[in-house]
C-alpha cells in the first residue's frame, strides 16, 4: 500500500459544478497535511494548509479526518481556470510524502 | 521575495555527459529538497538538507547522482555520467520546518533535463 494514495483522476466537471478529491495515508503518526496545485509544465503551488478543525478559503475547503486517515478538497462552484492537478502533501517523521495527484478538468 | 531559484530552465544533454543542476533557497529556510518529477513516477523525493547536512537521501537513484549544499543559499545536484532514463524535471523546494503546520515546501521553477 502506498504511504499516500490519491484517485488520478481526471475529473471533467462543467463550470459551476462542485467536486471533491480525497486522499488517504497510512502513517498514523502524521502531523502536517497539505493541498497543492500543479498546472501543466509548471511547478506544485501551495494551494491550502489543512487543518484538523476544517478550514476554507473562497470556494475551496480542506478537511482532515485523522480517525480514517484521509484528507478532502472541495472546489464550489468551479471556473475553468481550476483546470490543473491537485497533490495532496502528508508529512510526518520528518518525511513528506507527495500523492500523484488528482487531474481536473473544469469545461465551459 | 525571490522565492526559490534554479538555473537553468532546461537543459539537454548527450548521454554519458556530466549535468550540474543548481538551486538558491529562500533566504532563512533551513530545509532544502531536491525532487524529480517524470509522468510514470510523479514527483520523487531524491535527497534533503537541513542545516546545509544531508539528512536522507535514499531516494538518489544511484552513484551517478550526487547531490551538494556548501553553504545555507547554494545547493548542487549533479549526474555523472547522465543516461536517457534520467529525463524528467528537477525541482528543488525549500522549506523553514519540516512537520509544522504552516511550513509548507516553496518550489523552483525546475529544470527540465533531457538527455539524448
Known amino acids: 500500500r502506498k504511504e499516500v494514495e490519491q484517485d488520478p483522476g481526471p475529473f471533467n466537471v462543467p463550470e459551476g459544478a462542485t467536486v471533491a478529491f480525497n486522499c488517504t495515508y497510512s502513517?498514523?503518526?502524521?502531523?502536517?497535511f497539505f493541498w497543492y496545485r500543479q498546472d501543466c509544465r509548471k511547478e506544485p503551488k501551495l494551494l491550502m494548509s489543512?487543518?484538523?478543525s476544517g478550514n476554507e478559503d473562497g470556494r475551496f475547503t480542506a478537511q482532515l479526518n485523522r480517525a480514517s486517515q484521509y484528507i478532502s478538497l472541495l472546489i464550489r462552484d468551479s471556473k475553468l481556470s481550476d483546470s490543473a492537478t491537485y497533490l495532496c502533501?502528508?508529512?510526518?517523521?520528518?518525511?513528506?510524502?507527495f500523492g500523484a495527484g488528482t487531474r481536473l478538468f473544469v469545461k465551459a | 521575495d525571490a522565492g526559490v531559484i534554479q538555473s537553468p530552465r532546461h537543459e539537454v544533454t548527450e548521454m554519458g555527459q556530466e549535468v550540474t543542476l543548481r538551486c538558491k533557497p529562500i533566504?532563512?529556510?533551513?530545509?532544502l529538497f531536491w525532487y524529480r518529477q517524470t509522468m510514470m513516477r510523479g514527483l520523487e523525493l531524491l535527497i534533503y538538507?537541513?542545516?546545509?547536512?544531508?539528512?536522507?537521501d535514499s531516494g538518489m537513484p544511484e552513484d551517478r547522482f550526487s547531490a551538494k549544499m556548501p553553504n545555507a543559499s547554494f545547493s548542487t545536484l549533479k549526474i555523472q555520467p547522465s543516461e536517457p532514463r534520467d529525463s524528467a524535471v528537477y525541482f528543488c523546494?525549500?522549506?523553514?520546518?519540516?512537520?509544522?503546520?504552516?511550513?509548507?515546501?516553496?518550489f523552483g521553477n525546475g529544470t527540465r533535463l533531457t538527455v539524448t
Open positions: 523546494a525549500s522549506s523553514f520546518q519540516v512537520g509544522q503546520v504552516g511550513s509548507p515546501l516553496h
Open positions: 538538507f537541513n542545516n546545509n547536512v544531508p539528512i536522507d
Open positions: 533566504s532563512g529556510h533551513d530545509y
Open positions: 502513517n498514523s503518526a502524521s502531523q502536517s
Open positions: 502533501v502528508v508529512i510526518g517523521g520528518f518525511k513528506t510524502i
Open positions: 489543512v487543518y484538523s
